[in-house]
């Protein structure tokens, strides 16, 4: 269920961008950064407690307890320029992978009560390059249209693969709802995917 905190009002078109833990933490990070920077004030959570299947407990103290739900928020950037508003979804866990499409559908009710127009994933690459390489940046998009205004940047298209979890799925479901949109993904070291990449991140922004 989605719980609002703030009324806001999109006068111009609207972006969206959706982040969730992943390899190097690239994702995350870019979007942290982007609410931090921008300010984007909280206007929504997700209250999604029974689509977390806790899998671990934790230690505080040396006491054992079970773990808290993730927060799952949304922010909003009101671009005063009159270009784009952007609309930051930021879960800080992804759900059971049963209850991914649910999940999905929820955030997506938010897209489309804002009328977003577009919307964005991040994600990583591993790839057999050295922690030293500055990282190549690739996008997957959800119409050739997209894609060639993309082709205008440093940016590879990605021919063919797959991207796992949210910030995969998530795309692909708002294309089926309707949407349309890109994930951009940045190489990582194929040995650091459990390691934070924040110059994959920034490679991103």
Request: charge should be positive; hydrophobic fraction near 45%; charged fraction near 25%.
């Given at each position: 269920?989605?719980?609002?905190?703030?009324?806001?009002?999109?006068?111009?078109?609207?972006?969206?961008?959706?982040?969730?833990?992943?390899?190097?933490?690239?994702?995350?990070k870019?979007?942290n950064y982007?609410?931090?920077t921008?300010?984007?004030?909280?206007?929504?959570?997700?209250?999604?407690?029974?689509?977390?299947?806790?899998?671990?407990?934790?230690?505080?103290?040396?006491?054992i307890?079970?773990?808290?739900?993730?927060?799952?928020?949304?922010?909003?950037?009101?671009?005063?320029?009159?270009?784009e508003?952007?609309?930051?979804?930021?879960?800080?866990a992804?759900p059971?992978?049963?209850?991914?499409q649910?999940?999905?559908?929820?955030?997506?009710?938010?897209?489309?009560?804002?009328?977003?127009?577009?919307?964005?994933?991040?994600?990583?690459?591993?790839?057999?390059?050295?922690?030293?390489?500055?990282p190549?940046?690739?996008?997957?998009?959800?119409?050739?249209?997209?894609i060639?205004?993309?082709?205008?940047?440093?940016?590879?298209?990605?021919?063919?693969?797959q991207?796992?979890?949210?910030?995969?799925l998530?795309?692909?479901?708002?294309?089926?709802?309707?949407?349309?949109?890109?994930?951009?993904?940045?190489?990582?070291p194929?040995?650091t995917?459990?390691?934070?990449?924040?110059?994959?991140?920034?490679?991103?922004?």
């Amino acid at each position: 269920m989605i719980k609002f905190h703030k009324r806001i009002k999109t006068e111009n078109p609207v972006l969206m961008i959706a982040a969730w833990p992943g390899m190097g933490s690239v994702a995350l990070k870019a979007a942290n950064y982007l609410k931090d920077t921008l300010k984007a004030q909280e206007i929504a959570e997700l209250e999604a407690m029974d689509l977390f299947s806790p899998n671990e407990a934790w230690i505080d103290n040396g006491l054992i307890k079970m773990p808290q739900v993730p927060e799952e928020k949304f922010y909003f950037y009101k671009n005063k320029s009159g270009k784009e508003d952007l609309i930051i979804f930021i879960g800080q866990a992804q759900p059971s992978p049963e209850k991914n499409q649910r999940y999905i559908n929820e955030i997506l009710s938010v897209t489309k009560k804002f009328k977003v127009n577009q919307v964005y994933t991040f994600a990583a690459m591993p790839a057999p390059i050295d922690h030293l390489k500055e990282p190549e940046v690739f996008g997957v998009a959800t119409d050739k249209a997209l894609i060639e205004r993309f082709k205008k940047i440093p940016l590879k298209i990605m021919s063919s693969g797959q991207i796992g979890g949210l910030n995969g799925l998530f795309l692909a479901m708002a294309k089926e709802s309707g949407f349309s949109g890109m994930c951009i993904l940045a190489e990582i070291p194929l040995y650091t995917i459990q390691i934070e990449n924040p110059r994959a991140s920034l490679a991103i922004l």
